[in-house]
């Protein structure tokens, strides 16, 4: 979805389930209608399908359990084009093993707490903050992936970008607008969310979000490299994302998990795996954590250990011990085992995004440029993200305005 200003009191803004999946109308308080440079004065064109609902007909599309998938063809074709070890960056991949929307509005899924994300900024102490990080971090996977079907989103197209918001449970909105930042418009108390996809070689996926009355953001970067593993398919997750909390002066650098498409040739599932860490230099705090798969005999799928530690000590202030996929269980040093993550009891909030139709035709529009540069030769320059060596940066960061 391109950079495309829309007023608050725009009619066709909807509302869109985490899962991408189930799209419903949500009317917005009025605003004015906010415009800068990076707007485009180029107008949808009339495709002449203005009966067509496309919000009811992208909300039927719920990704759900793919059930028994075997195919004999389906199996062959993938075989002959693969071998174990090979990467799949140039394989073209089953169409059951595709989902219906780009990499980039699947990053947007780790806003679907808006909640727990801004949960940080409202403790002085700096045990506390952490802990609201590592909760907000581990239950950040579940909303993308509750299908639990081992399905991978499209790769978004050079220059390619999507835009969305949340408001968050708790805070009213403020009627103080932005004028800038990644959802123009919005109010000062909704999280907003911007990606864009900077480069091709490699495939790097750059997004941005932020709570500007919190004055909370996240910046990151994923790129990925699909690897065969012969009943499997193996995802690295290469890249790092760093949460800013102005009032405290403290970043959180995060390092993210791999992904597992299991039985790809039956019923496919997903898992994660892998070891990362929550860092945050200033308070001294970090956290280490290990995504489990599934022992090839016996066991459960999606366990995860970790534990919090304050550096300069041997102990760990708190472990961490469950399912990422269900519930997760946290143990101070001292005081009692309580719940910290229960992924599938609270409610995911929808993000709010533009018209179907209109992200489609947005869409197309972006493909049209990405043809063009291929036969012109002109070089690409992101529109939104710069890099600073090896990060990938927002040009319009909360950090860098003036508002709110």
Request: charged share 30%; proline share 6%; net charge neutral.
């Amino acid at each position: 979805m391109a950079e495309e200003r829309q007023s608050d009191n725009d009619p066709n803004m909807r509302s869109q389930s985490s899962s991408s999946g189930s799209a419903s109308m949500k009317s917005t308080s009025a605003a004015p209608t906010t415009t800068n440079q990076r707007e485009s004065t180029e107008e949808e064109p009339d495709w002449g399908d203005a009966h067509e609902d496309f919000d009811e007909i992208y909300k039927n599309n719920e990704e759900t359990d793919l059930g028994d998938v075997r195919n004999k063809y389906v199996a062959t074709h993938l075989l002959s084009q693969v071998s174990i070890g090979m990467d799949l960056t140039k394989v073209t991949l089953p169409a059951y093993l595709l989902e219906r929307r780009s990499l980039l509005e699947m990053y947007a899924d780790f806003f679907a707490h808006p909640d727990d994300f801004v949960k940080g900024t409202e403790s002085q102490n700096a045990e506390e903050r952490m802990v609201a990080i590592v909760k907000y971090y581990l239950g950040a996977f579940y909303p993308a992936t509750k299908s639990g079907a081992a399905k991978k989103p499209y790769n978004p197209v050079l220059g390619e970008t999507f835009r969305c918001r949340w408001t968050v449970p708790g805070l009213k909105l403020t009627g103080k607008r932005t004028t800038d930042g990644p959802f123009p418009g919005s109010d000062i108390n909704q999280v907003t969310f911007v990606a864009e996809q900077v480069s091709h070689h490699p495939p790097i996926s750059a997004f941005y979000a932020e709570h500007p009355a919190k004055k909370i953001s996240l910046s990151a970067q994923i790129w990925t490299k699909a690897t065969f593993l012969g009943l499997s398919i193996g995802v690295e997750n290469i890249g790092n994302a760093t949460i800013y909390l102005q009032d405290f002066d403290e970043k959180y650098v995060l390092t993210f998990p791999n992904g597992y498409g299991r039985s790809i040739m039956s019923t496919p599932w997903m898992e994660l795996g892998g070891k990362v860490e929550i860092k945050c230099e200033k308070s001294g705090y970090y956290a280490e954590i290990e995504f489990l798969t599934k022992p090839f005999l016996g066991g459960k799928p999606h366990k995860i250990v970790g534990s919090i530690f304050k550096q300069g000590t041997k102990k760990p202030v708190m472990t961490l011990k469950g399912e990422w996929f269900n519930v997760i269980f946290a143990k101070p040093l001292r005081g009692k085992e309580f719940t910290i993550v229960d992924a599938k009891e609270k409610p995911e909030v929808p993000k709010e995004c533009e018209p179907i139709a209109k992200q489609v035709w947005i869409e197309q529009r972006q493909r049209d440029e990405a043809q063009k540069r291929r036969r012109t030769g002109k070089e690409f320059q992101p529109k939104l993200f710069e890099k600073d060596g090896e990060n990938w940066i927002y040009k319009y960061s909360l950090e860098g305005r003036k508002e709110p």
